[in-house]
């Protein structure tokens, strides 16, 4: 999966990453998608959203989170407390995924065990000739 971001506005590597995977997966799983970053919010996201993309399913009889997915950096996921903000995010009953810079897989992996967030997938990103790839 790569894709050049020309996007006025975004100038971050989490923020290249929270929206390329947000409208790559905003088709693949057919939702709504709300994210944050250092851009102005999406107006209808839940104000309390504390993961950096969410995935919806929108009815008339309310909104249904199906996912949440965390972009982490090379210096955040050195950050001790990184894993507690996993912690806080997460929802009972709600998957959740990790996107970490290539090669840091494992380390996530263990972050992740040790403080005992449950994840379903983590994913790695780089970038190669200015593109962002998720492998």
Not at 61 to 69: D, K, L, T
Request: aromatic share 8%; charged share 20%; glycine share 6%.
């Amino acid at each position: 999966m790569s894709t050049a971001l020309r996007e006025q506005g975004i100038v971050t590597v989490h923020d290249q990453v929270v929206s390329l995977v947000a409208q790559r997966w905003a088709k693949a799983f057919h939702c709504k998608v709300t994210i944050l970053t250092d851009l102005e919010q999406n107006p209808w996201a839940d104000p309390r959203q504390q993961c950096d993309i969410v995935g919806w399913q929108v009815s008339s009889s309310g909104n249904r989170m199906e996912w949440m997915a965390e972009v982490e950096t090379h210096d955040s996921i050195e950050d001790v407390a990184t894993a507690l903000e996993w912690k806080e995010a997460v929802v009972p009953g709600v998957p959740f995924y990790l996107l970490v810079p290539r090669g840091l897989k494992e380390s996530a992996k263990s972050l992740a065990g040790t403080a005992a967030v449950p994840v379903n997938g983590i994913y790695e990103y780089t970038f190669v000739n200015g593109l962002c790839q998720v492998l």
